[in-house]
C-alpha cells in the first residue's frame, strides 16, 4: 500500500512539472504575442497575424516573416537583420532602434511606422510602402529604394520628402 501511495505521489509530480513547461518562444509569440527579448533567430512566421506583437529586443535575425502583419507591433531595438519581410504589413509599427541590415523588405508596407534611428543598410525596399513614415536618423547606405514610396516620409535628415 506504502509502495503505491509512493508511485502515485510520483507520478503527480510528473504530470505538475511537465505542466508547468515553460512555452517556446515561438509559440509564446503566436499565442501571447508577447516575446520581448525572445530568440526567435531564424523562425519561420510566414504569412503569421501578428499585429501588435510585442517584439522589443527580440532576435529575429535571418527569421521568414514574408507576408506576415505586423502591424502596430512594437519591435523597438529587434534584431531583423537578414530576415525576410517582403511583402509584411509593418504600419504603424514601432521599430525605432531596429536592426535591417540586409533585410528584404520588398513590397512591403511600412506605413506610418516609427523607424528613427533604424538600421536600414543594404536593405532591399524595392517598392515598399514608406508613406509617412519617421525615418529621422535612420541608416540607408546601400539600401535598395528603387519604387518605394516616400510621400510624407520624414527622411534622415529630418526633412519631409
Keep these: 500500500m506504502r509502495r503505491i501511495s509512493i508511485l502515485l505521489s510520483l507520478l503527480l ?3 505538475t512539472v511537465g505542466g508547468c513547461r515553460k512555452p517556446a518562444p515561438t509559440e509564446k509569440l503566436l499565442t501571447q504575442k508577447d516575446c520581448n527579448k525572445c530568440n526567435l533567430q531564424g523562425s519561420d512566421l510566414q504569412g503569421k497575424d501578428l ?3 510585442v ?18 507591433a512594437l519591435l523597438d531595438s529587434a534584431n531583423l537583420s537578414n530576415a525576410k519581410l517582403d511583402r509584411a504589413n ?3 509599427a ?5 536592426n535591417f541590415q ?5 513590397g512591403a508596407n511600412l506605413s506610418q511606422a516609427f523607424l528613427r534611428s533604424a538600421n536600414l543598410s543594404n536593405a532591399n525596399l524595392r517598392n515598399a510602402n514608406l508613406t509617412d ?7 540607408l547606405e546601400g539600401a ?3 519604387g518605394a514610396n516616400l510621400q510624407g516620409t520624414i527622411m534622415p535628415d529630418g526633412n519631409p520628402k
Excluded: H, M, P, T
Excluded at 517584439?55 to 502596430?72: C, H, R, T, V
Excluded at 513614415?133 to 541608416?139: G, H, K, V
Design 94 to 98: 514601432a521599430l525605432s532602434f531596429a
Design 55 to 72: 517584439l522589443n529586443e527580440a532576435n529575429l535575425q535571418s527569421a521568414n516573416l514574408s507576408g506576415a502583419n505586423l502591424s502596430a
Design 90 to 92: 509593418l504600419s504603424g
Design 144 to 146: 535598395n529604394l528603387k
Design 133 to 139: 513614415a519617421d525615418l529621422s536618423n535612420a541608416n
Design 102 to 106: 540586409g533585410a528584404d523588405l520588398q
Design 51 to 53: 499585429r501588435q506583437a
Design 13 to 15: 509530480l510528473l504530470i
